[in-house]
């Protein structure tokens, strides 16, 4: 079992800044892609971005592209979501997840285990 753990939501004010950690604790494996995806009220769950073991490659939805920043750090088991020019429609609960077998995907039946998510709000 992998377990993930959330941290740096909060509340922010329209075109304000958040950093998310993700970090990883439990089994090891030698390589495995992450991804956040987040929910909003209502709404089902969408992908965020996504980053490959290396971190040479990288996925971001339209929605986030150019102002959001995914990235990891393997000797910390940690990856980042660097969040700038946040937008009210951004508020959502915001989950990591890791997939083990293949590389970063937008599809989170993909994802073998999830965080409990972090709460990001952005107020106007």
């Known amino acids: 079992q992998v377990q993930l753990v959330e941290s740096g939501g909060g509340l922010v004010q329209a075109g304000g800044s958040l950093r998310l950690s993700c970090a990883a604790s439990?089994?090891?494996?030698?390589?495995?892609?992450m991804g956040w995806f987040r929910q909003a009220p209502g709404k089902e769950r969408e992908f965020v971005a996504a980053?490959?073991?290396?971190?040479?490659?990288?996925y971001y939805a339209d929605s986030v592209k150019a102002r959001f920043t995914i990235s990891r750090d393997n000797a910390k088991n940690t990856v980042y979501l660097q969040m700038d020019s946040l937008k009210p429609e951004d508020t959502a609960v915001y989950y990591c997840?890791?997939?083990?077998?293949?590389?970063?995907?937008?599809?989170?039946?993909?994802?073998?285990?999830w965080g409990q998510g972090t709460q990001v709000t952005v107020s106007s």
């Open positions: 439990g089994r090891t494996y030698s390589s495995y892609a």
């Open positions: 980053i490959s073991w290396s971190g040479g490659s990288t």
């Open positions: 997840a890791v997939r083990v077998v293949g590389g970063p995907s937008s599809v989170g039946y993909d994802y073998d285990y």
